[in-house]
């Protein structure tokens, strides 16, 4: 190895922040929000500044949470056309396909000419402020630029994973009643090829899917393709437009887009984001805890399906005027698994932000993956999704970063719209596996079952207290929800469904998600909604889905299914049921393990106690617990008798 540094010794590189300045600064923003967050604000080009900084309060009136309400801006605008005088000639965008042939880069001038045909196509199309347009896209510059023409438009997006099934696009389309989709014929991923065009067609075949009157597809592959009279080719149509269009004034709280995430109960929930905080927000957290440099290549590995290819990928380092490197590819992925190296040095990349699945992928084809690269560029690795492990953090550093790059693990969710935390300090204070110090104006808490809050060295419920301006405002169409599922669990505090560590240095640790959600290679999947689809198949009575540790996804899915009494459990069988559940959700959602269950573990009120199943799913079956609620201990024993992970 080519350590410079252990997790003990100093390293020689500067951090984005150094402990003092991180301390004083956090200080100043928890003393003086007002005044922390109105000078921020001007960070942003307003087309009217705003007076009003936070309006609302956690605990209170928490459901009309706004900021710089009174303002008025364009987010395409700010990433985009305010860059045009002093980076008209930058890179914007540089890409990479999966075939490492295919490459493109749009300056920051080419940039604002494509979004402008785009948004100018959109609105042929009738298309206007309030409109939900749905895209369904490859990692390719036209998902960015699809993203920027609405917003240029005052049209909010709803971006579906390319990997989610043709089911899970239709509910999305469904929820939110989009006019338009885009979407392109195919999405090549790790040489393989997604059929994006026909999971469309059978999507727009499913109920409640009229909604869409437009279908704009932008031509990927070389195959002919099978166009619907709704069909439109983006590709041909965008030239006969225009590249001047004339930006919408929207309200700082005007949604700008809707993401949706999984929870632990129901459907996926539609998040809303709104214009002016999100935007802020992302600016600041991307340029401030990646210390970003305006020469700096910037290379955030997420999919833009994914909250951290909205924020990440498009919205913050765009609004900082950074080069954001897109990659078609998957990091880690097959068929060339050092292929990452060769793409920071063809790229001149400095700061890679990657998932520690992609980490531990690559950890697991051995270090000789990186023997044909240098890596010399980079100056910063940053992790996001899942908990790192320390072996994983020390590989990324050692390895991938020739133990010259500070590592940003930062924790955020959807909900959170930015970073939240991240090891703000000198270098030589990061802990590997700790997400550490809450990002400026944050206050995360942590609190017993019974809402107390812990002070000290504690492990608890990590809640947030009072308002960011990157946080979510609503669930499209059902505020209720979005009250309950994270302001009513502890009242006046925004619950984020994570346990965490707080050490004796105060630093935190996040130990992952507390309620019923998994997080499958840094993928958040509900267990009900993979219960749910067990369930509708005719053999099964009944299911229980749980997780389990798994060495490079992090977490696995362990489902425990009761047949109905006629059916019989077979090998066949269970591939069917691997199948229904990538049918209803995508591929990204596969069963690792079935086990066939005569009964489910039930307390005497008739709930399924999953923390048993966890524990047997786990192979942990030596520390159950307490079991004497149960109504039928002798299910237990069953269970893990016939437990399949040992
Ligand atoms: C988990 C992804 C530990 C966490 C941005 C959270 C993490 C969920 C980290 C959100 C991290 C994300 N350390 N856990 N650095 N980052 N998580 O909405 O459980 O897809 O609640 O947002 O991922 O997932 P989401």
């Known amino acids: 190895m080519t350590s410079t540094a252990s997790a003990t010794g100093s390293p020689h590189y500067p951090s984005p922040v150094s402990e003092q300045d991180y301390r004083e600064r956090y200080r100043r923003s928890i003393e003086s929000p007002e005044a922390f967050w109105r000078e921020e604000a001007q960070q942003l080009q307003w087309m009217q500044p705003p007076q009003q900084v936070l309006k609302g309060r956690f605990g209170e009136n928490h459901s009309h949470i706004s900021w710089f309400e009174d303002g008025v801006l364009n987010a395409c605008v700010n990433c985009v056309d305010r860059h045009l005088d002093t980076r008209g000639d930058k890179p914007a965008i540089v890409w990479e396909g999966d075939d490492p042939s295919h490459q493109r880069t749009l300056t920051y001038r080419q940039l604002h000419d494509r979004v ?22 490859p990692m390719i510059p036209e998902a960015a ?34 006019r338009v989709l885009i979407t392109a014929d195919i999405s090549q991923r790790g040489g393989k090829q997604i059929p994006l065009k026909k999971y469309v067609d059978e999507a727009l075949a499913l109920e409640g899917t009229a909604c869409i009157e437009h279908v704009l597809l932008v031509p990927c592959g070389d195959a002919p393709i099978d166009w619907k009279a709704r069909d439109i080719n983006a590709s041909e149509l965008i030239e006969t437009h225009s590249p001047e269009c004339e930006p919408e004034a929207m309200g700082a709280e005007d949604p700008l887009f809707i993401l949706y995430t999984s929870g632990s109960t129901g459907a996926p929930k539609g998040l809303v984001h709104t214009t002016g905080g999100y935007l802020l927000y992302t600016a600041m957290t991307h340029r401030e805890i990646f210390g970003l440099r305006e020469d700096d290549v910037y290379w955030c590995a997420a999919d833009v399906g994914w909250i951290t290819g909205h924020s990440y990928v498009v919205y913050g380092p765009l609004a900082n005027g950074a080069t954001t490197f897109m990659f078609g590819g998957i990091p880690g992925g097959p068929p060339d698994y050092g292929r990452v190296g060769r793409v920071i040095d063809d790229h001149g990349i400095t700061i890679f932000y990657t998932s520690p699945t992609a980490i531990r992928a690559m950890m697991g084809h051995g270090e000789h993956i990186m023997d044909s690269s240098r890596r010399d560029s980079l100056r910063l690795i940053g992790t996001v999704g899942e908990p790192i492990n320390p072996q994983a953090w020390h590989w990324a550093h050692d390895v991938i970063g020739n133990g010259q790059c500070p590592i940003m693990d930062t924790w955020w969710q959807t909900e959170t719209g930015g970073h939240m935390m991240a090891p703000l300090t000198d270098a030589e204070n990061f802990k590997p596996g700790a997400a550490m110090r809450p990002f400026y104006g944050v206050r995360p808490a942590l609190l017993d079952d019974q809402g107390n809050i812990l002070e000290g060295e504690a492990s608890g419920s990590l809640v947030i207290e009072g308002s960011w301006p990157g946080q979510a405002r609503t669930i499209r169409g059902n505020h209720e929800r979005f009250e309950q599922t994270y302001f009513s669990v502890f009242e006046g505090h925004y619950f984020t469904g994570d346990g965490a ?9 996040i130990t992952g998600r507390i309620d019923d959600v998994l997080n499958v290679s840094g993928h958040r999947i509900g267990t009900a909604e993979i219960e749910s689809s067990l369930v509708a198949h005719p053999a099964i009575s009944e299911a229980a889905v749980v997780g389990f540790p798994h060495d490079v996804k992090g977490q696995g899915i362990y489902a425990y299914v009761t047949l109905m009494q006629e059916a019989t459990a077979s090998e066949a069988l269970r591939q069917e049921l691997v199948e229904t559940v990538r049918r209803d959700i995508g591929a990204f959602a596969r069963l690792d393990i079935v086990q ?14 999953r923390r048993i199943l966890r524990k047997i799913a786990a192979n942990e079956v030596d520390a159950l617990g307490d079991t004497s609620t149960l109504t039928d201990p002798g299910v237990v024993d069953a269970l893990i008798e016939n437990r399949i992970n040992r």
Not at 117 to 123: D, G, I, K, V
Not at 501 to 509: E, K, V
Request: proline letters at 4%; a positive charge.
């Open 596 to 609: 066939w269950a005569p009964g489910l573990p039930r307390t005497r009120s008739g709930k399924i106690m």
């Open 116 to 137: 402008g045909r785009f948004a100018n196509m959109l609105r042929s199309l009738g298309v206007g402020r309030g409109d939900t347009v749905t895209l369904y896209m």
């Open 145 to 178: 630029i699809a993203m920027l023409a609405c917003a240029r438009i005052g049209a909010v997006h709803s971006v579906v994973f390319g990997g989610f099934s043709p089911e899970a696009l239709a509910s999305r389309i469904r929820d939110c009643d989009a």
């Open 501 to 509: 560590h707080r050490d004796a240095d105060g630093d935190f640790w």
